[in-house]
């Protein structure tokens, strides 16, 4: 049973780098098919997919944010990171992380952390 948590600061000041970090247990983020995933919902909003990095180490980024996002990983802790720049009050949200066979679906097959608040403000 893959699990997944999340953890970093609950409240970020505008224009300063949003960064999270997911830690895995129950599978490795090297070795299995998933792509290991953010996704983040505003408030009163849909979820919003973010991107992912894939067990090689490759990235992929939603064309919205892939100007101030970064996806990264740490193989030795078994972790991923998220690192949004430049934030500002629409980017405070729900962010989850996920390891998904679909990018952008949510399958039966999939595995969520509980997700994190973050705020964005001064």
């Known amino acids: 049973q893959v699990q997944l948590q999340e953890s970093g600061p609950g409240l970020v000041k505008p224009s300063q780098t949003l960064s999270l970090t997911c830690t895995v247990s129950?599978?490795?983020?090297?070795?299995?098919?998933?792509?290991w995933s953010w996704i983040r919902q505003p408030p009163g909003k849909g979820m919003e997919w973010i991107g992912y990095?894939?067990?090689?180490?490759?990235?992929y980024y939603s064309p919205s944010l892939k100007s101030r996002t970064s996806i990264s990983r740490d193989t030795s802790k078994n972790q991923f990171t998220l690192q949004l720049s430049s934030v500002t009050p629409e980017d405070t949200a729900v962010y989850y992380c996920?390891?998904?066979?679909?990018?952008?679906?949510?399958?039966?097959?999939?595995?969520w952390g509980q997700g994190t608040q973050v705020t964005v403000s001064s």
């Open positions: 990095i894939v067990y090689s180490g490759s990235t």
């Open positions: 996920a390891s998904v066979l679909r990018f952008g679906v949510r399958g039966e097959t999939d595995y």
């Open positions: 129950g599978g490795s983020i090297t070795t299995t098919p998933y792509l």
